[in-house]
């Protein structure tokens, strides 16, 4: 960064004087507490998929994010989840319910534009990387896997 | 809506308890033939201070055992397992035991257990069942 000249220094001073302060540690408190519920509701549903379909702990996880995944998108939709983000911030944001919102709230941002040059290529601006990223890492993965059985490294 | 910032956690919390609730230790024997073993094996998790609740089954060829962790110890589930994975193997070295600390696993053995003590299954119909429970045991997706 270039250097600050005085009267940078003292324009800084007056607005750090002026502005207000963030309450980052009340901001954590909500997040941590909206967060906690989430993974609440996400509990109870791969409780119900584990007593009610043929799902085990190990297996009931896929279905489960899923679903969760799906109350987001229908809660953004309705325009809730856009006030809980404002409310929670990073609590709502990074459970995986925020990849929901992430895909529905690019969807109805682009929806004038038209369904194909709207939506469906703005749809994933922002949660793309994401699946990008989980395609890749998984074929990284069972790449290396297939090669190592190949090789007989692992059976 | 405070009403549901209330009643919600609550509901919650009273409904996790339902899992933690213990039904065991009971044993259920198809055939005959592996009761000692079954013994046995139930001493052996009655005595280990990790677990809580178990449930054996033994059916024609194949044993299931399942059960519950104290959930301080859950961190250690994997490690748990595998020791009674290899003290099963080194006592019954002939014999395929199924060792699960799934709750569904648990669940669907609980359930063959009181259809059993119930009366209501043939000895065909339990081990068709527990072929299946041991089935989803290996499932992995």
């Known amino acids: 960064m270039a250097k600050q000249t005085a009267s940078e220094k003292s324009y800084q001073s007056l607005v750090e004087a002026h502005d207000r302060k963030r309450p980052v540690l009340i901001n954590c408190i909500k997040a941590f507490l909206v967060g906690g519920f989430i993974c609440i509701v996400g509990q109870a549903v791969t409780v119900f998929f584990i007593t009610f379909f043929s799902f085990t702990e190990q297996t009931a996880g896929n279905p489960s994010v899923a679903t969760m995944i799906f109350f987001a998108m229908f809660l953004t939709g309705f325009g809730v989840y856009d006030r809980l983000g404002q409310f929670a911030g990073a609590g709502s944001a990074v459970p995986v319910t925020g990849f929901g919102n992430a895909v529905i709230s690019a969807a109805i941002e682009h929806k004038t534009e038209g369904f194909v040059l709207g939506v469906g290529g703005n749809m994933f601006k922002l949660a793309g990387s994401v699946i990008i990223f989980g395609v890749f890492a998984a074929f990284l993965l069972a790449t290396i896997k297939t090669l190592l059985i190949y090789f007989g490294v692992v059976n | ?141």
């Open chain 2, 1 to 141: 809506m405070k009403k549901w910032i209330c009643t919600f956690p609550l509901m919650m919390l009273l409904g996790g308890c339902a899992m933690f609730e213990q039904v065991g230790p009971s044993e259920l024997i198809i055939h005959d033939t592996h009761e000692e073993k079954v013994h046995i094996i139930n001493e052996k998790l009655q005595k280990s201070e990790e677990l809580y609740d178990t449930i054996i089954i033994a059916g024609e060829d194949k044993i299931l055992v399942s059960y519950k962790v104290h959930h301080m110890n859950r961190f250690h589930m994997k490690a748990i397992e595998k020791k009674i994975k290899k003290w099963t193997e080194e006592e019954f070295p002939n014999q395929e035991v199924d060792v699960s600390s799934d709750y569904k696993i648990f669940l669907e053995s609980y359930n063959l257990f009181q259809s059993w003590e119930e009366g209501s299954l043939s000895i065909e119909e339990a081990q068709k069942k527990l072929d299946e429970i041991i089935k989803l045991k290996n499932e992995l997706t």
